[in-house]
C-alpha cells in the first residue's frame, strides 16, 4: 500500500508526511511538489499511497479498512494531488476518499489563501501584490456535500429531487471562531496585522441556516472586541471580488459558498493551477491540496501548472512548523513567475516536469 521515498533529517526532528498523488495532473504536479521539498531541505519522510483510479479499477478499493486510522495515527500532514477520472464514472473513489477523509479525519476548516505573486497574474486593471492578499476559511464538513435528500419518480415528468443543506451550531460555531482566532494570530504577507472578518451567506433566502450563521458570528464576534466584522451575502460579495477585491482580509463561509468563491479568487491570482489549500483541524494530522483537480482533458501531457501543488507544499511546510523551508519555495516560485519560468497557463513555454525542476533548483541555492 505504500513505501517511503524520502527521509531528510534525523528521526527525532522528522515530520511524516503522507502523499496520495490520485488522479490525472495530480499524477504530474505532486511529483514536483515532492521535488521541491526535498530541495528545501525539510526535514520531512515522505510516505507515498497508491489511492485512486487506478487503484480502484484494479482491485475496488477506494481506502483500505484501516486507511484513515493510519493517516490519523502515523503522519503530521497528508499531501494529496486530485481525484477524478472518466473511467469511473461514479467517481465512487473521490468521494470516499477526498471527502471520507475530511470527514472522518474531522478536518473541518478548509483555509485557502488568496495572494497575488505578481500584477502579471490579475486580470483586474490597477491590482498589485500588495492589494490582493486575503484568506477564504471554509466550513469543510457540513452542507449539502452531506449528499442527503433523494429523488422520487425519478426519471418521470413529475420527478422531485431534494438536496438538504445541513449546518450544525458545533459547525457553524467552531469554524468561525477558527476565522477570528486566525484573523488574530496571522499576519498579511507585507507584515501588517489582519483587522477583519467577514462573514459570507444568503440568509435573506436560506433563512433557517442563515440565521443560524448570523447569530453565531454575532455571538462568536463578542469574544474578540478587537476585530472589526462584516456581512455580505454571496452574491454581493462576487460582485466586490471582481470590481474591487482590496477590502477583503479574512471570509468564513460555508461549504458550498466557500467552494464557489475561492474558485472565483483563484482567478484572481493566476487561476487554478496558482491556488493552495489545507484542510485542517487543528492540533491533529490535517491535509493539504492543490485546488485545480484533475483535468483529465490535459493529464499526462506535460502541461499543467505544478505551481499550486508546489505552493501547497510550502504551506503544508509553514503548518508544521518549517517556516524557512515554507519561504524558501514561495520565494522560488515568485521568481519563477516573475522571469516567465511556467507554464503556458500563466505566460511561460515551460512543461510540468521543467517548471517544477527550474523551482527545485532555485530552491536548493537558497
Known amino acids: ?9 534525523s528521526v527525532s526532528a522528522t515530520k511524516h508526511i503522507a502523499v496520495i498523488a490520485g488522479d490525472g495532473i ?6 514536483q511538489a515532492v521535488k521541491v521539498i526535498e530541495a528545501a531541505g525539510a526535514a520531512v519522510e515522505l510516505t507515498t499511497f497508491d489511492w485512486g483510479a487506478d487503484r480502484y ?31 469511473v464514472p461514479s467517481n465512487i473513489h473521490a468521494r470516499e476518499i477526498l471527502l471520507g477523509m475530511r470527514r472522518e479525519m474531522d478536518l473541518y476548516a478548509n483555509v485557502r489563501p488568496v495572494r497575488l505573486l505578481d500584477a502579471s497574474l490579475c486580470p483586474l486593471k490597477g491590482i498589485e501584490p500588495k492589494d490582493l492578499d486575503f484568506v477564504v476559511i471554509r466550513e469543510n464538513t457540513e452542507g449539502v456535500y452531506g449528499d442527503l435528500g433523494g429523488v422520487f419518480k425519478q426519471g418521470t ?21 477558527y476565522a477570528f482566532e486566525y484573523c488574530a494570530s496571522n499576519q498579511k504577507l507585507d507584515g501588517s496585522p489582519r483587522r477583519r472578518v467577514l462573514m459570507c451567506d444568503k440568509s435573506n433566502a436560506m433563512t433557517h441556516a442563515g440565521g443560524l450563521w448570523q447569530r453565531t458570528f454575532k455571538e462568536v464576534a463578542k469574544d474578540h472586541p478587537r476585530i472589526e466584522t462584516q456581512h455580505m451575502y454571496v452574491d454581493a460579495l462576487c460582485m466586490q471580488m471582481v470590481r474591487d477585491p482590496r477590502e477583503f482580509d479574512v471570509i468564513v463561509t460555508n461549504n458550498m459558498f466557500g467552494d464557489i468563491i475561492t474558485d472565483l479568487a483563484a482567478g484572481l491570482q493566476g487561476g487554478l493551477g496558482m491556488a493552495a489549500s489545507g484542510n485542517l483541524h487543528p492540533g491533529k494530522t490535517s491535509m493539504f491540496e492543490p485546488v485545480h483537480g484533475s483535468a483529465p482533458p490535459i ?26 523551508e515554507a519561504a524558501k519555495i514561495e520565494a522560488a516560485v515568485l521568481e519563477a513567475v516573475r522571469e516567465k519560468k511556467t507554464t503556458a497557463d500563466i505566460g511561460g513555454t515551460l512543461g510540468t516536469r521543467e517548471a517544477g525542476e527550474w523551482v527545485a533548483q532555485r530552491v536548493s541555492r537558497r
Open 157 to 177: 415528468p413529475d420527478e422531485v429531487a431534494i438536496q438538504e443543506d445541513i449546518n450544525t451550531r458545533k459547525g457553524v460555531e467552531r469554524i468561525i471562531r
Open 1 to 9: 500500500m505504500a513505501h517511503a521515498c524520502a527521509n531528510v533529517a
Open 299 to 324: 493529464a499526462g501531457k506535460n502541461m499543467a501548472n505544478p505551481f499550486g501543488a508546489i505552493l501547497t507544499a510550502a504551506m503544508m511546510l509553514a503548518h508544521l512548523g518549517t517556516a524557512g
Open 26 to 31: 495530480g499524477k504530474e504536479v505532486i511529483p
Open 57 to 87: 479499477l484494479a482491485d475496488k478499493v477506494t481506502v483500505p479498512p484501516d486507511g484513515f486510522t493510519i493517516l490519523a495515527r502515523d503522519f503530521d500532514a497528508i499531501l494529496v494531488g486530485a481525484f477524478g477520472d472518466p473511467r
